[in-house]
């Protein structure tokens, strides 16, 4: 089945008790058993629920996976992922990952004895070195965030597999209309659902993919033991925001496109980030795993002031100042200050993010409108 097609069908069977086309949002927190034990598969609802299991069958096929996991938010899902370890393993992970990722990493995971090693992923090698005998895990975020750097995925899971290393995925960025990652090897793929799955800025919840039974069964036992599970109702808004996942992704892609190449041909703009010029360092590996380059842009200003880009953030009106992408609407957004704020300083300048860059989330309204937002507000 083509993927559009998946979007839309992927999970949904009509309601066995009335025949609604949509699965119901079963607002319950437990089920009523005819005798103890003898139940339909529903006990209670941190360990089960019809919408929520009607949400992870789509999850899995829409990524090509076998099983999937869904919760409470992004970082739930990665945090879940982290508890598969032990103290004294060690993770190798991209240096300039999601903010949320490197707190909880570093404030949360360090102190139990996890230790997470950082390193430029775009080069291949450098995960070959890293790998010592206590890697239990490898991190990706291809196309990274803010600075859209992109890594090898089936190169990595090349590395990753002899040695039994589990390689995990954050596919926020890309979305599964524009990167598989378990199709190039990876064990398990990690989405923001929050971001373009849900795609309507209305609902925070995290997603995790993945083909084996085993590691499927471990992962569910940490999501229904720690409990971060999303509501049903969450789970109902991500169900729908799938089904159009394949025209919001075209049409962001779109936009993207346009916009990255007015940019950069801008008088006042120094330096565009985004995967599809062909002078992007990453762009040969994009083209080979992604089906397209998507809406996420990053530029830094010829005036490289804080103040200069604290001016342009204030004065687009159609991108809004705010956290967060991949909705249907555009967003501005300042990663020194906001996103990537609880990066120390010296870590993000080291890692090429400087104070004046400014990221959008490129949206899917008329891109003559969006130009001119932002013309305006660049002056
Ligand atoms: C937003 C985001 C996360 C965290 O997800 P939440 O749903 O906010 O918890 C992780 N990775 C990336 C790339 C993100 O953009």
Redesign the pocket.
């Known amino acids: 089945m083509k993927p559009a097609t998946k979007f839309i069908h992927a999970g949904m069977e009509p309601d066995p008790s009335t025949g609604a086309i949509m699965t119901p949002i079963y607002q319950t927190s437990t089920y009523v058993q005819e005798a103890p034990a003898k139940h339909k598969g529903y006990e209670y609802a941190r360990s089960q629920n019809p919408t929520r299991k009607a949400l992870e069958d789509a999850y899995a096929i829409i990524e090509n996976g076998k099983y999937a996991l869904a919760f409470s938010?992004?970082?739930?899902a990665?945090d879940a992922v982290i508890k598969l370890l032990e103290p004294g393993d060690e993770v190798i992970c991209a240096n300039d990952?999601?903010g949320?990722?490197y707190r909880l990493f570093t404030k949360v995971f360090e102190k139990f004895g996890i230790k997470f090693v950082y390193i430029d992923t775009t080069k291949t090698e450098n995960v070959q070195h890293a790998v010592t005998g206590k890697t239990k895990l490898i991190w990706v975020?291809t196309p990274t965030?803010p600075l859209m750097n992109v890594s090898d995925i089936a190169a990595i899971a090349a590395i990753a597999k002899p040695k039994n290393i589990l390689l995990a995925v954050?596919n926020?960025?890309a979305s599964p209309a524009l990167q598989n990652p378990l199709d190039l090897g990876a064990d398990i793929v990690m989405h923001?659902?929050?971001?373009y799955l849900g795609g309507h800025s209305d609902v925070?919840?995290?997603a995790l993919m993945m083909n084996d039974k085993d590691l499927r069964e471990e992962l569910y036992f940490i999501q229904k033991s720690c409990g971060a599970v999303p509501g049903p109702m969450d789970c109902f808004l991500i169900l729908r925001g799938i089904k159009t996942l394949g025209v919001r992704m075209k049409a962001h892609c779109e936009n993207g496109k346009i916009i990255a190449n007015w940019l950069r041909k801008h008088p006042k703009v120094a330096k565009v980030y985004w995967p599809g010029f062909e002078d992007h360092p990453g762009y040969a590996v994009a083209k080979k795993q992604m089906k397209d380059f998507g809406g996420m842009i990053s530029f830094e200003l010829k005036n490289d002031s804080v103040d200069e880009a604290k001016r342009v953030l204030s004065s687009t009106h159609l991108f809004s100042l705010a956290e967060?992408?991949g909705g249907v609407e555009s967003m501005i957004n300042h990663p020194a200050s906001m996103t990537h704020a609880s990066i120390p300083r010296e870590e993000r300048i080291k890692n090429g993010l400087s104070d004046s860059l400014i990221r959008l989330s490129v949206g899917i309204e008329d891109a003559d409108d969006l130009i001119e937002d932002l013309n305006k507000a660049i002056g």
């Open positions: 938010s992004g970082v739930a990665t990952m999601y949320g990722t975020e965030n954050d926020t960025f923001s659902a929050t971001k925070i919840q995290g967060s992408l």
